[in-house]
């Protein structure tokens, strides 16, 4: 049992027994005699650990073979470029919906390559909610949504149909926490450091009449057809990030899989939401409850003076990177798949015991 619990947004909590590992083969890959980090992308032991991390995320998220699973570089930022470069066309347009923090950077670096359709927007009610009504371009190339809201804390459950025009998510924050009908989009991407593992690696899932689209100033190594046909080694892949990634997927495979980890996620979220609101206003969540994050459990207290004293009893307990985003303040509890279910039982017990301390100060 560890000492602490790490409620970080990321880079997040790994599972224990995949860093167990990885620490035993460190010096010793594989029988090789040396290390994973110095083994050369080229050779047959590296290239099988790399098809094989892919076939178990394709069969993990039931992938359909027209799509390309892709291991790329520079963070799920990246993508945000990345995404208007590949999927554009001769389009000048792109709808994305606005949900809070993260899909408002993503807006904001779109408008750098393309006119940006604003389809639906949760703006004016503070991003406490998925917007209802969607109004989609007819000329757009397609339209971005960002599954889960990392920094608000609103994650979609259900997502209008949006016909013809490719959709694509970025799902960072929610990626193999629950089944995904992959069908129902064009792109999928996700930077690693949440509920995949490593930093820096994103994993790009991409459906096959989409490639051959890219800008011709798109650089050669961040252009999916490209690194589709390549198998995503066009340039040195992130060898020991896709090789830790390996060992997430069979973690979360002897867990029960992505419908293990969904069922997980929304009973210990409900727990935390329900010692908010059972709390007489001490702690507040402002997102609607049918909205509210199975990943990224936010909220604030009442009387915000004591939220350094919260977070600093809550150090001193091992219940560690609860402090909210910058933007939004207050708390964040970020329940990944690799939290123990010990983590959150101590967060709320230790919640309900300084709420029971402190009320005389709301
Ligand atoms: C939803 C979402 N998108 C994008 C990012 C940016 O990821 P990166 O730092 O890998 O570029 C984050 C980071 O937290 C995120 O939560």
New binding site residues.
Partial sequence: MPEFFNFS??PAVMPVTVLAQAQQEFLNWNGSGFSMLETPFTGDAYKKIHNHVRDNLRLLLNIPDNYHILFMH?????QFSLVPLNLLGRAGRADYVETGY?SC??MREARRYCNVNVAASSCATGFDRMPEAWHLDSSAAYCHI?S????NGVQFFDIPDTGDLPLVA?M??DFLSRPIGVQRYGVIYA?A??NIGP??L?IVIVRDDLLGRAHPATPAVFNYKNQAEAGSMLNTPLTFSIYLTGLVLRWITDMGGVVAMAKNSAQRSAQLYQVIDASKGFYQCSVQPAHRSCMNVCFTLANDALTPLFLSLAAEEGLLNLKGHPMAGGIRASIYNAMPNAGVIALISFMQHFADMHWHHV
């Fill in positions: 947004a990321g520079g963070g799920a930022s990246a993260w950077k993503t960002t889960n809201e990392t920094a970025d960072t924050s930077g450091q949440k930093t820096g994103t």
